[in-house]
């Protein structure tokens, strides 16, 4: 840590910043100091909000000036103070002095025109080569990524390409002007795990190759464990902690970073309660270093899973999607979601379908719900087929929770009015009724009832979940089908919503079919697990057996990718 | 605390009120307001009976004998015309636009909510209805009825409520994608009660804007229509007749033409800058609601 000045690649020093709005102005960086020095891989670690890629964007000035403003502090860059640089002196250390890979690579890409155009025009503004030696350099920097087949690349329209590749060649482009500095942004959040850690271990790797600063921004502590060598914690516009990675996790000083770490459901026994960050901060003082020990989770006995009645049976279904249509519109090729898939989901269990995406899981939730129906095979409810249209009482039993709170409810409608909507669809309930209902609905979910009035958007992520939730539970549902439910939400929100879900099976008898690619979240909340792949099911059984053991190649594979904390904390 | 609580409070309304004043909102509120009190308060304005005609006062120009714009071809007050042509082409607009509306937004969202041959229908309808030519249309029609509000009016809507039926189909087809929507049939809420609560309401904001900016479309194909001759009955006073009878007297009565014109150019105006005030208040009211 005492290497010379001259290795040093970027000091940030005190840093405020705000932003301002006619309402408002707000504090978004509240003195950040951090050093970067040659050759390292360092990560910025919080949660949405927390400031990180505001500090990221700072350091290539990518913020609008009329609204970002930073009040005091310095950036150093290589030994210049940049917040003293005007635009063109930035666009020449763009691309070349630093650069920076985006969460979503196909946004980051012109979609109408060649990659291997798009690489060239890089490689251009940056005046390294002769134009005829361009496709000979670009077809180089994509081998570098280990892409088989570069030729094939070049030509190819960004949306012809998979997310990873897509991604990787955003890294060669971030790389091909020899950057002294790399800040990638959530890089492999919008990407598969499977595809996260071909690109982890390639972006390490060219990094240690070329011995270049990476600035890694994430919000998911496993992959920062994973791959950085320092890590500073964010929190509110603050850097609450920083230091070597190991220590950071092993040895968390700060009541906010234990709170984070005791938030993960990974290494807490199953269907544990998981300690929220409000709740710890509370305890703990707000940004003061304190060093009382985080108390230890309760642990309630593990909800024994003796199988009962099979309520839901899904028998050789199958959902081709038609893919081709002729000219009179009628299909003529298809692609298969669901492939074949037999399904038992028995009374008071948590049925969990892992994998990634494309494998087919939000297809079974749609078919089970009757968002869709089976192209061929069989649902049976309670021993009974589901055929054609469902009766009022089955589509009560069967309720959703959809992934993303923000999409899911009607942004226009007030909470009251969300959550009873089901309610209303028979009739007959009058307008005080329906309030008492929500008030109650609003309450079982952990809402205060006096917020009923309240739009979604004045709800907070996590609470305009509860919300979601509450409007699926006031039918009083057996089977709640939840698609991804907390992969929209920030960890410690998540943790609330896993603690909830756990407590209102415990209450009320649910029954969960729990989707999601987080394999450490299905771990935590669920009995059973199936594992998808290509529209079949390629492993399923208890949850411990398959995570832990697992027999198939495929599950092997999923399993090895999965970031781990590798620690012993909880 | 709760002084300073009720400070803090008072504070955040005025910021808020203050969030609203931008130049375009402000505008057209203030633009909107001088119209619409122009309209409310015509009686007082009119100086003259706009129909009264004075044979030894003919071509007065402006400001004489207390005729503020002058006098017309039969010594009519063209200032108390141009008031009461106000009402006439304020209200064929209003009302020739509500027609539009609800017929372009019933079929619009009709034709998301049902694909197959009803969508196929509408929107063969709608390509039908644009490549008519508005004009021989109109002709034809007041060749068959008469001259007067209503055959003006309801021709003008069913040749523009394509204007609505487009960009409705093609929003209802994104907001019928929404997570929410599926949401609300997937607990079993009827069609109808679909498209009116949940994706109704998500259309109000491109509405509003459609129907001030079609307003001032009206506006002008109302006059143009009465400056025909097809429009208005004759001598009824409406800016498009006033245009009309300038025709011919441009060299030495050039007021006779100027009022009118002047008339509908503010009127648009007003208008459209109400529409981009309206625009501007929706996005300001949407910036928590759509992202």
Redesign the interface.
């Known amino acids: 840590m005492d290497s010379p000045a001259k290795d040093r690649v970027l000091e940030i020093g005190n840093l405020h910043l705000s932003f301002r709005s006619?309402?408002?102005v707000t504090e978004a960086l509240r003195g950040v100091s951090l050093t970067v020095e040659r050759g390292e891989i360092v990560g910025i670690v919080g949660e949405s909000g927390s400031g990180k890629s505001v500090t990221a964007m700072s350091v290539l000035k990518l913020l609008p000036g009329d609204k970002a403003r930073v009040t005091s502090g310095t950036i150093t860059l290589l030994g210049r103070n940049i917040l003293r640089h005007d635009e063109a002196a930035m666009r020449s250390i763009r691309g070349q002095t630093a650069s920076m890979i985006f969460q979503e690579p196909m946004t980051a890409l012109n979609p109408v025109r060649r990659i291997g155009d798009q690489i060239t025009e890089v490689l251009t503004r940056q005046g390294i080569l002769q134009e005829s030696a361009f496709r000979d350099y670009a077809r180089k920097l994509l081998t570098d990524m280990r892409i088989d087949d570069p030729d094939r690349v070049l030509d190819a329209y960004p949306h012809e390409l998979s997310g990873g590749l897509r991604q990787r060649v955003l890294i060669a482009m971030a790389f091909s002007g020899k950057p002294e500095l790399i800040i990638a942004d959530e890089p492999t959040t919008a990407l598969d795990v499977t595809v996260q850690a071909q690109i982890l271990s390639l972006l390490k790797d060219k990094a240690r190759e070329t011995d270049t600063s990476v600035i890694f921004i994430s919000h998911d502590l496993a992959v920062v464990a994973q791959l950085c060598d320092r890590v500073y914690v964010m929190y509110k516009g603050e850097i609450v902690e920083s230091g070597r990675t190991d220590d950071v996790i092993r040895r968390p000083r700060h009541v906010y970073t234990r709170a984070l770490l005791n938030a993960l459901p990974e290494g807490k026994p199953r269907k544990a309660r998981l300690e929220t960050v409000a709740a710890a901060m509370l305890e703990g003082g707000s940004a003061a270093e304190s060093a009382t020990a985080a108390p230890p989770p309760a642990t309630p006995p593990p909800a024994a899973a003796e199988p009962g009645e099979a309520l839901l049976e899904l028998i050789d279904a199958e959902l081709y999607y038609p893919k081709a249509r002729d000219v009179m519109g009628r299909p003529i090729r298809f692609h298969p979601a669901v492939d074949g898939v037999d399904l038992t989901l028995f009374k008071g269990e948590t049925l969990a379908i892992v994998g990634e995406s494309g494998s087919g899981k939000t297809s079974i939730a749609k078919l089970v719900?009757?968002?869709e129906r089976p192209t061929a095979g069989e649902i049976h409810y309670r021993g009974t087929p589901l055929e054609g249209r469902r009766s009022?009482e089955v589509?009560?039993d069967i309720?959703?929770v959809?992934q993303?709170p923000?999409?899911?409810?009607?942004?226009?409608?007030r909470a009251w009015q969300l959550v009873t909507?089901?309610l209303t669809?028979g009739g007959g309930l009058s307008r005080a009724r329906l309030r008492d209902k929500a008030a109650e609905l609003l309450t079982l979910v952990g809402l205060e009832p006096d917020q009923m009035t309240r739009?979604p958007?004045?709800f907070s992520g996590g609470q305009r979940q509860r919300l979601a939730i509450g409007r699926a539970l006031a039918?009083h549902p057996k089977i709640l089908v939840l698609d991804e439910p907390t992969s929209a939400l920030d960890v410690s929100v998540q943790a609330q919503i896993l603690n909830l879900l756990i407590d209102l099976q415990r209450e009320q008898g649910l029954t969960y079919l729990f989707i999601s690619h987080d394999v450490a979240v299905v771990r935590h909340i669920s009995d059973r697990v199936a594992v998808m792949f290509n529209g079949r099911i390629v492993e399923r059984g208890p949850v411990d057996a398959v995570l832990e053991n697992p027999q198939e190649t495929y599950t092997k594979t999923l399993m090895e990718a999965v970031p781990h904390l590798r620690l012993g904390i909880a | 605390m709760a002084i300073a609580l009720a400070d803090s409070r008072t504070k955040r309304a005025q910021?808020?009120i203050?969030?609203y004043l931008t130049a375009e909102i402000v505008t057209g509120a203030v633009l909107g307001t001088l119209v619409l009190s122009a309209l409310i308060f015509q009686p007082l304005l009119i100086t003259h009976d706009p129909m009264a005609g004075d044979l030894f006062a003919r071509f007065q120009p402006p400001g004489t004998d207390g005729h503020i714009l002058g006098t017309d071809e039969l010594g009519r007050d063209i200032w108390s015309r141009v008031l009461a042509g106000l009402t006439w082409s304020m209200s064929a607009a209003l009302v020739s636009n509500l027609i539009s509306f609800v017929i372009g937004t019933a079929l619009g969202l009709l034709a998301a909510e049902m694909p197959g041959l009803v969508r196929t229908i509408i929107r063969q309808l709608i390509d039908t209805v644009l490549s008519f030519p508005g004009l021989i249309v109109a002709i034809c029609v007041i060749t068959v009825f008469e001259q007067g509000f209503w055959p003006l009016v309801l021709t003008l809507g069913f040749l523009t409520w394509p204007v609505f039926a487009r960009v409705v189909y093609a929003e209802s087809l994104t907001l019928l994608e929404?997570?929410?929507v599926?949401?609300?049939?997937?607990?079993?809420?009827?069609r109808v009660r679909t498209l009116t609560?949940?994706v109704l309401?998500?259309l109000r904001p491109t509405l509003m804007v459609m129907l001030a900016f079609h307003f001032a479309d009206m506006l002008i194909a109302e006059s143009a229509l009465s400056y025909l001759g097809l429009g208005a009955p004759l001598g009824e006073p409406t800016w498009g007749n006033m245009l009309a009878a300038s025709r011919d007297k441009l060299i030495f009565a050039p007021w006779m033409m100027l009022a009118p014109a002047g008339a509908i150019v503010m009127a648009v105006v007003t208008t459209n800058f109400v529409g981009d005030g309206i625009a501007a208040l929706s996005r300001r009211q949407g910036k928590?609601?759509?992202?």
């Open positions: 006619p309402e408002a719900v009757g968002l009022a589509r009560r309720q959703m959809f993303d923000q999409s899911s409810l009607n942004p226009r409608m909507e089901p669809v739009f958007h004045e039918v | 910021t808020r203050r969030s929404r997570d929410y599926q949401n609300a049939r997937l607990i079993g809420v009827g609560r949940h309401p998500g928590g609601i759509d992202q």
